[in-house]
Each structure stands twice: as C-alpha cells, then as structure tokens.
C-alpha cells in the first residue's frame, strides 16, 4: 500500500515536497517512481529511484528542479519540486515496481498511491 501526501496549492517558482509512505511489502526491494497527470494529458514519469538508489531517472521537463530520494528506513520516498510552473499542476502518484530491471514504464508498476493533487497558480 502507498500513501501519497504533500500535494496543494503554491505560487509559481515555488517549492513542495511530496512523499509516499509504503507498507506491505519489503520498501527497499522496490523501484519507486513518481508519476504525474494533468487534465486532458497521460500519465508521465517524472522522476524514478532504483532499490538501492544507484540510479535515478528525470523527465526532461523536470530536469534540475525535481529531487527524487529515498528512506528505506523510514520506507518513504520524497519528490522534492523547486521552481514549480503552472504546467507542473497534475495530479502526482507514487509507485512500486518490484521487478528485476529498473524502469520507467507505467505497465511494469505493480503498486500505486491514491495520487496528490499539486496546483501551481501564475
């Protein structure tokens, strides 16, 4: 199970961070991403973290503003969003991939969070 948490309404060139608790299954076995939806748009990947935080995956249009980070200890994983603009208002969601090779596909996530809505106003 995933719990996201964080989203809400900010000024653009503003920060926040999101973050997804996980309970069930063994956290640090799992390639966590963040994915996003905005109205009329399909779901996108927007930042991904492998099992053991080796490596880490950012959409083009997030590059440089977005953080992706784990705590297996605390089985959490942060979205930290800087410089937000009003095209980064979507819907965001957590996910758990628990396959072998790290990913970026939607269909190879086993798990989703309920989703954080993020408003960016101009």
């Known amino acids: 199970q995933l719990q996201a948490s964080g989203g809400g309404l900010v000024q653009a060139g503003g920060s926040l961070r999101l973050s997804c608790a996980a309970s069930?299954?063994?956290?640090?076995?799992?390639?966590m991403g963040w994915f996003r939806q905005a109205p009329g748009k399909e779901r996108e990947c927007v930042a991904a973290?492998?099992?053991?935080?080796?490596?880490?995956y950012y959409g083009d249009s997030v590059k440089g503003r977005f953080t992706i980070s784990r705590d297996n200890a605390k089985n959490t994983v942060y979205l930290q969003m800087n410089s937000l603009k009003p095209e980064d208002t979507a819907v965001y969601y957590c996910?758990?991939?628990?396959?072998?090779?790290?990913?970026?596909?939607?269909?190879?996530?086993?798990?989703w969070g309920q989703g954080t809505l993020v408003t960016v106003s101009s």
């Open positions: 996910a758990a991939d628990y396959g072998f090779s790290f990913t970026v596909r939607l269909k190879e996530y086993d798990y």
């Open positions: 069930g299954r063994t956290f640090s076995s799992a390639h």
């Open positions: 973290i492998s099992r053991g935080s080796a490596a880490t």
